[in-house]
């Protein structure tokens, strides 16, 4: 002990008397790590913080070398009419890419799917061979009324009649193409006959427009990604930039967000919003940001308010608030030289140091004081109080930084850089306090009498030795309350939930978050995507199969969606080679309206008639078809809804509340005036027959295509540079961000069908379950780092034991209150560990001190070091309670909540089990201590 006095001596000494060089020293290295800081990078993706050693992360590393970067950003538009939300998107588009800056940042950007493709190969990748005879009835059809007619049949005929038709969760999206393609060609009829200037009459060009129109509408799908409710429209950006580059995916992000805001205000009735996991890490990097400073402020608010009316003279508080900011600012500097940045489990260690560097402070000041109001010169009781209160902070601040360093031995990269940031922090801060702060003391302290106002109320802490005396007289009483409380945390204990939700890694109230938020709403899709890899496509087609039968999963998307079956190929080439019904190239209309090539067609008020009524026909057939999927997947699937917004509710024999009616008001447009409708027909048939003929030969193909024929915005998503493997992904339905439960059950059914998973969910799920798993087994080395560096310092191993039941007792309490709060255990949860430890065995072992120091007396003990230890664990409370208060990202709020409640209930167990315990042990003893 001798030693420990010299050190703590030799720093007061240079403390009074060699203030200046101190000064200088600090305020060197203050200026050194500010310019350091600047440089201090931060990482929040969890393969980052897993590191290439996880399985999980090293497939996702695999996959971004071998296709690029994994993640994107996204714009979303919102608004009811259709038009102005793809007018509002291509204007976005051409604006990023007119930008000098932007436009290098982004490989491509996806809003328009390319529609040569399945016009293309529409016919090898039709979904049956079957299927592909259908196709060709419709491409056969050399007028509008003959095409409409035999849609309705094959409706009729080869849809309605296939009653698994909707099995999967895709088959739903299916049907949402499907009616957006009759939404389209409906649409497309009444534009193209009806709306506009009568006078207009044939006009050539709007006829080919329209033309054009109904056959993509038919063999392309949708060209644009389109909520369930056509509410919502989404565009993807691709970066071309690293994504670990915060300069450029800040600017990328910002840029992007900037030009959105400008077209939202400039084109009324549609709302735009940035998105995505690029913005998501945006949103991320600032939300830590300011959990790192808005929580620290707060804390030294409330820590400032309590030491008014706790401490004589505040003077000395707030200097030890001044010397531990540049113990924080110091750690800032060591961070950048050693880890080099901060992450999600780092950011927090200025809310730690606060806690537990004003705890040195506390002790320090109260021994100060002690000795001055004995008379003691200032730099005499500072001396004293260096001698007599400095050594068991240090020996404190040792045994918490202890705790930390010995996370080191743990193997998930992330609590490794936990156990050294803390653990640097600590001993920077502890340095700082024991010889920073003294100098400070001694040279803006006052030498005024330790007296306070009159007007300012003073906390009177005598209610710790009243609890000592009620303790003492009725230790079984605290010691029954302590087996309930025990008994009833075990039973709670189990219905503690993880949580595995990544929406909750991200500020609650940011702007990119909401639109997140807005997107899974919207969509009703999770944004968090999974991917596997393969090196062969019906290896491919098989596992996408198998993720499409989970109910979790909402869509898969894979190369084997564009290329046909490999053991179907030469079936399906003799299948299109010997043509439809009437030949490889034949013509047959259903309504007999073909005209000869080039000859103006002549119809008449009776054809628009007949093609009212197919209209009206296509409007059964939907309804029909929205009837089918109720069958195959309830009643609130979204082929039923998206119906019911395009025609009306139908409430079994019952009509509900009105859709957008499309078919009717077509039927009405149309109709209204049958004679120039019908001249309309007649041009829009003419460019039909031409384009469809043309259309006809573009299919008939005579090889199937390969992934070289894929499109580069099919290609680059999945198929790898050197075109040797392919991508899955893997898109879940909104129902998995319901329960961290449903969650863990999409990763684990997933995994069931390929163990090499990765992705938003799969990383996520790893990172956790290392987290926990790496923080239970760091736990057993912080305990037996702690006990025996106790021991060596006190020798008294039945106090060593006491301290740590202390904290056992502390940790299973806050594990059973926990449930009953609603609170989930976020992925930081098991870095509580090392903190309760170090802390809760910290103030045990002050309580024994001064219990041995008292003559084995508790009510002194408690009345003088209970005091000590109050306002520490108060302080570190205040400090870890403003993150759960003011922190905006859920999973630092959370570990906020968890320390709040650890602390409070670990000082429970110390100021009131400790001292029962040492009253029945001198009891037994016979007084003896």
Excluded at 124 to 136: G, K, N, P, S, V
Excluded at 175 to 180: I, K, P, R, S, V
Excluded at 186 to 209: I, M, P, S
Excluded at 684 to 696: E, K, N, S
Aim: with cysteine; proline share 4%; aromatic share 8%.
């Amino acid at each position: 002990m001798r030693k420990k006095h010299m050190i703590t001596a030799w720093l007061a000494e240079a403390a009074i008397t060699r203030r200046k060089l101190v000064f200088l020293v600090f305020g060197l290295l203050l200026i050194g790590s500010l310019g350091l800081s600047r440089n201090l990078g931060v990482v929040f993706e969890p393969e980052q913080l897993l590191g290439g050693g996880n399985p999980v992360a090293r497939q996702y590393f695999a996959i971004e070398e071998a296709f690029g970067q994994a993640q994107t950003m996204m714009v979303v538009v919102s608004g009811s009419d259709r038009e102005a939300m793809i007018a509002a998107a291509h204007e976005t588009v051409a604006r990023v890419r007119a930008s000098d800056e932007l436009n290098p940042l982004f490989t491509s950007i996806n809003l328009e799917s390319d529609a040569s493709y399945p016009l293309q190969w529409g016919l090898m990748l039709a979904d049956e061979i079957a299927d592909i005879e259908d196709t060709q009835r419709l491409l056969e059809q050399r007028s509008v009324l003959g095409f409409l007619t035999t849609l309705n049949d094959t409706i009729e005929e080869v849809v309605l009649d296939n009653e698994e038709q909707f099995v999967t969760n895709q088959d739903q999206w299916a049907g949402l193409a499907a009616l957006g393609g009759f939404e389209r060609i409906t649409l497309t009829l009444q534009d193209a006959l009806a709306d506009g200037d009568a006078a207009a009459g044939g006009n050539t060009a709007r006829a080919e427009t329209a033309s054009r129109s109904l056959i993509e509408a038919m063999f392309a799908g949708e060209q644009y990604n389109w909520n369930p409710n056509q509410d919502m429209l989404t565009m993807t950006f691709l970066p071309s930039f690293d994504v670990l580059d915060l300069d450029a995916l800040n600017t990328a992000v910002k840029g992007v967000d900037a030009i959105a805001q400008q077209v939202d205000a400039e084109m009324p009735g549609v709302s735009l919003g940035v998105g995505g996991e690029l913005a998501w890490g945006v949103a991320r990097h600032e939300g830590a940001g300011a959990d790192t400073l808005y929580p620290t402020l707060v804390a030294l608010g409330l820590i400032v308010v309590l030491f008014f009316f706790s401490f004589t003279r505040v003077r000395k508080m707030l200097l030890a608030l001044v010397a531990l900011v540049c113990g924080i600012i110091l750690t800032m500097g060591a961070i950048t030289i050693t880890v080099g940045h901060v992450s999600l489990i780092t950011s927090i260690f200025a809310v730690i140091l606060m806690g537990l560097g004003i705890d040195f402070g506390i002790h320090l000041v109260s021994n100060y004081d002690d000795f001055r109001l004995q008379g003691l010169e200032p730099a005499d009781a500072m001396r004293k109080a260096m001698v007599a209160g400095g050594t068991p902070i240090m020996l404190g601040g040792i045994t918490t930084a202890v705790a930390f360093f010995s996370l080191i031995l743990a193997s998930a990269p992330a609590i490794k850089e936990f156990g050294i940031v803390a653990g640097m922090g600590v001993i920077i801060t502890l340095i700082t306090m024991l010889l920073l702060f003294p100098a400070l003391l001694m040279s803006f302290g006052g030498k005024g009498e330790l007296k306070r106002a009159r007007w300012r109320p003073m906390i009177n802490f005598s209610f710790m030795g009243k609890l000592g005396e009620g303790i003492d007289a009725h230790p079984y009483i605290a010691i029954l309350l302590a087996v309930v409380l025990t008994v009833g945390a075990i039973f709670t204990i189990p219905r503690n939930v993880i949580d595995f939700d990544p929406m909750n890694n991200s500020p609650r109230s940011h702007p990119y978050t909401q639109t997140l938020q807005q997107v899974i709403d919207g969509m009703e899709v999770s944004p968090f995507i999974s991917f596997s890899v393969t090196d062969d496509v019906e290896e491919a087609r098989r596992l996408s199969e198998a993720f499409r039968r989970n109910p979790l999963v909402a869509r898969v998307v894979s190369v084997a969606d564009f290329l046909p079956p490999a053991d179907e190929i030469p079936a399906r080439l003799e299948r299109i080679a010997a043509g439809g019904p009437a030949g490889p190239l034949g013509s047959r209309d259903a309504a007999d309206l073909d005209t000869p090539e080039g000859q103006q067609a002549v119809r008449t008020t009776e054809h628009v008639e007949l093609l009212a009524q197919e209209l009206q026909r296509l409007e059964w057939n939907v309804i029909e078809f929205g009837d089918l999927a109720v069958a195959g997947m309830g009643e609130d699937n979204l082929v039923v809804r998206r119906r019911d917004a395009m025609i009306r509710e139908i409430l079994g024999a019952e009509v509900g509340s009105p859709g957008r009616e499309v078919f009717q008001n077509a039927i009405a447009a149309i109709t209204a005036d049958p004679q120039t409708s019908a001249v309309r027909l007649a041009a829009l048939d003419t460019a039909f027959a031409g384009q469809m003929r043309q259309q006809q030969g573009h299919m008939m193909v005579d090889r199937a295509p390969t992934s070289a024929d894929l499109p580069d915005e099919y290609r680059s998503s999945l198929v790898s540079r050197d075109g040797s493997q392919f991508l899955i992904t893997v898109v879940p339905t909104a129902e998995t961000q319901d329960s961290s439960d449903t969650i863990y059950e999409f990763m684990t059914t997933l995994n069931a069908v390929d163990d090499g998973l990765t992705g938003s969910i799969p990383l996520y799920v790893a990172l956790v379950d290392e987290l926990f798993s790496e923080a239970a087994q760091a736990a057993v080395w912080v305990m037996l780092a702690v006990f025996i560096l106790l021991f060596l310092i006190f020798r008294h191993i039945s106090h060593v034991l006491l301290a740590f039941v202390m904290v056992i007792l502390g940790i299973v309490w806050m594990f059973g209150i926990l449930p009953l709060t609603g609170t989930h255990l976020a992925l930081t949860a098991g870095l509580v560990f090392p903190l309760l430890i170090g802390i809760g065995t910290d103030d045990a072992m002050h309580i024994l001190h001064r219990y041995n120091h008292e003559g084995g007396q508790i009510v002194p003990a408690l009345r003088y070091s209970g005091k000590a230890v109050l306002l520490t664990t108060i302080t570190t409370m205040l400090a870890f309670g403003s993150l759960a208060v003011v922190g905006e990202m859920a999973t630092i709020a959370a570990i906020g909540w968890l320390l709040f409640v650890g602390f409070g209930t670990c000082f429970i167990a110390t100021v009131v089990v400790l001292p029962a315990c040492l009253s029945i042990g001198r009891r037994i003893t016979g007084g003896k201590k």
